[in-house]
């Protein structure tokens, strides 16, 4: 059965509007939140920088059924895995078993702000193939000593450990993360713009790399980032905190400001035509429908900017999420 899935964009929106967009979200009828996890946002005059996992849990208080999802946190600096373990099974318990672990290798305005150095994609990789094991392992209830390259623990268990079992998707956007989510994750994320370029990157390399292993096939969450917007003038006022996530440089960037900078650098039409438009529930629908077609999602997250957030999460409840769940069931 395919589920849909509301972003929540800690660098937009301060926790407690973080909170009420997830409980309205779950009134209009989404399976499943997905909620950021950022130390920077990607600008710094129109942003918001809230600890996520505090949020999480009071996401997880006041919803009831709706299932919840980091997208993502990175489990390899600011965090050592097996914290990142305990925090997981801490908000399987506080929701009820609704808590799903969604990690990534990251980005530098995350890591380099904290003294963090940043390495290329080689080390980060290898740090990930450590952490999963350590998380995995950790959540299963093993009382682990663990001697890797990166990282080492001693004895360490979880004495809240979770009361079901924590899935664990990783973030990828090419065929080596692709690779290890296969071999190592319960699922993969992935943010499609083209369904025929992820399937070849992303999806197919998870999937083939996971039967190689003798595993099941991954669960897969996809996402894809659109406005709703009736001009381009609304368009630019709901996509201001987020102008930064396309500008030069992103993954390497520490400061928001340089980040802003570079963004409005850049032709305004520049960046707005690097994200999908809609002005109808029928262009929200037909936007993702085809993340349920060649892609064959288990997970369509509806990651979406307006400038009147709180309606459009009225409108995705009424309008669309009914329509896609009729498109799925055909």
């Not at 099974?89 to 808590?99: C, I, M, Q, V």
């Not at 399937?199 to 969450?221: F, T």
Request: net charge negative.
């Amino acid at each position: 059965m395919k589920r849909f899935a509301y972003f929540c964009g800690h660098e937009q929106w301060h926790p407690e509007q973080v909170v009420r967009h997830a409980v309205l979200a779950e009134e209009a009828g989404f399976d499943m939140l997905v909620v950021s996890e950022h130390f920077h946002p990607w600008v710094d005059d129109a942003s918001a920088s809230g600890f996520s996992f505090s949020t999480l849990g009071a996401v997880a208080e006041a919803t009831e059924r709706i299932e919840i999802t980091t997208g993502v946190t990175t489990p390899l600096w600011r965090f050592h895995p097996a914290i990142v373990a305990q925090a997981a099974a801490t908000l399987n318990r506080l929701s009820g078993g609704r808590f799903n672990l969604g990690v990534g290798t990251g980005e530098n305005i995350n890591e380099g702000p904290l003294g963090y150095h940043f390495p290329k994609y080689a080390e980060r990789a290898a740090r990930m193939s450590e952490a999963l094991d350590i998380m995995r392992r950790l959540l299963e209830g093993e009382k682990l000593s663990y001697s890797g390259e990166y990282y080492t623990t001693d004895r360490a268990k979880l004495y809240s450990p979770p009361v079901s079992r924590v899935p664990i998707l990783l973030a990828a956007g090419g065929p080596k993360t692709a690779g290890l989510a296969g071999r190592k994750a319960d699922g993969i994320i992935v943010s499609v713009k083209d369904p025929a370029v992820a399937l070849e990157r992303v999806i197919d390399p998870a999937r083939e790399s996971a039967a190689e292993a003798g595993r099941p096939r991954p669960l897969l969450l996809t996402s894809r980032w659109s406005i709703m917007a009736g001009n381009d003038d609304e368009a630019w006022e709901a996509l201001y905190s987020w102008r930064g996530l396309r500008a030069p440089g992103r993954l390497q960037a520490v400061d928001p400001m340089t980040l802003r900078k570079r963004a409005d650098d850049l032709p305004r039409e520049e960046i707005l035509g690097r994200y999908a438009r809609a002005t109808s529930a029928e262009d929200i629908v037909d936007l993702y429908l085809p993340l349920l077609g060649s892609i064959d999602a288990d997970i369509v997250t509806i990651q979406m900017a307006s400038v009147d957030q709180e309606g459009l999460i009225d409108l995705l409840g009424r309008e669309v999420l009914p329509a896609l769940r009729e498109a799925a069931a055909g």
